[in-house]
């Protein structure tokens, strides 16, 4: 089953529902695409919805998916395209893992990305000024 996704414009982020099977080459590709909407748009705070994407994916899956996902960040670092954004991922922790962070958190201060279980705590903290 292919990784899908579509976007929805909310009032105070930009909601990104992704579904289907995860494999890497198609999580990559999809991100691919997602992050080019995201500077299309020039939005700032995104909620990657992934509660609906099947899969139980390796450690090393993980891995490579959230390495390649940090380099595309750190494509956004430093172009001013959107500003400082925040990009909030939900999903089980069975896809993410306990290395999301230590993945995929990009050292630079204009991107910044959290894991979340919830959608609730994931647009609370979207939505939440920065301190």
Excluded at 39 to 66: E, I
Aim: glycine share 6%; aromatic share 14%; proline share 3%.
């Amino acid at each position: 089953m292919a990784v899908e996704f579509s976007f929805e414009e909310r009032r105070d982020y930009f909601h990104v529902h992704v579904t289907g099977g995860f494999t890497v080459s198609q999580a990559c590709d999809a991100f691919v695409r997602v992050a080019a909407t995201i500077k299309a748009y020039r939005v700032t705070k995104v909620l990657v919805d992934c509660l609906k994407l099947d899969g139980n994916p390796s450690a090393f899956d993980r891995f490579m998916y959230f390495n390649f996902v940090a380099g595309e960040f750190a494509k956004f670092a430093g172009t001013g395209a959107a500003g400082t954004m925040r990009i909030a991922y939900v999903a089980a922790e069975s896809l993410l893992g306990r290395e999301f962070l230590v993945t995929v958190d990009p050292p630079h201060r204009d991107v910044e990305v959290a894991p979340f279980e919830t959608t609730t705590e994931a647009i609370r903290w979207l939505t939440t000024a920065r301190h």
